[in-house]
């Protein structure tokens, strides 16, 4: 798909230049309905916003009374997604594999078990997480975790290895050296 790029005249708009408290009102249903012509042009049925479940708490969002009226969908809403928790998401798991490293559907799909298994052990522990990653090295593994997660597995001797040893048997990529570090974002390339 192209990228397409639009003109809006928003500030065109009297109720957008009065500026008196619903001006997200006259921004968004220009832009929306603009995103809205262009979807239909294109045969899509949907126009999407990254809204999440804390926008839609907030007592005052004229935006997205526009975007209601444009039947606009909010995916993030749908899955139940705050902003704690869309900021938790990876942009996408390759991030997760080091340059160098071939990226494949089935690489992908080993990492999202990894982590996937990592949130278990946890969990199993009693051990909250707010931010993990499993990373994919040359000829190692990493798991990252939040400071106060890598803190308390560090704690008792045996968990680091426990935890590195239950990810070995998921796939022969995780069978080499593990690492247990805290995160870092922007850390793939990094090995400690």
Do not use: W
């Not at 809205?36 to 009374?65: K, N, W």
């Not at 308390?152 to 045996?158: D, G, H, I, K, L």
């Amino acid at each position: 798909m192209p990228l397409i790029e639009a003109a809006t005249h928003e500030t065109e708009l009297d109720g957008y230049r009065r500026n008196l408290g619903d001006r997200c009102y006259f921004c968004k249903s220009t832009v929306l309905a603009t995103a809205r012509s262009i979807a239909d042009e294109r045969g899509f049925a949907h126009v999407a916003t990254g809204t999440q479940t804390d926008d839609r708490a907030a007592p005052h969002r004229p935006g997205l009374r526009a975007a209601g009226e444009l039947g606009v969908v909010e995916p993030l809403v749908i899955a139940g997604l705050d902003k704690a928790m869309v900021r938790s998401l990876p942009a996408c798991l390759a991030s997760r594999i080091q340059a160098g490293v071939t990226v494949s559907v089935p690489l992908l799909g080993v990492v999202e078990r990894a982590e996937q298994q990592v949130r278990d052990f946890l969990a199993g522990q009693g051990i909250p997480v707010s931010d993990l990653r499993v990373r994919i090295l040359r000829d190692a593994f990493r798991v990252e975790l939040d400071p106060s997660a890598h803190a308390a597995v560090r704690a008792e001797p045996e968990l680091p290895e426990l935890l590195l040893g239950a990810l070995r048997s998921i796939n022969a990529t995780l069978a080499g050296p593990g690492l247990l570090t805290a995160h870092r974002t922007g850390s793939v390339g990094h090995v400690p």
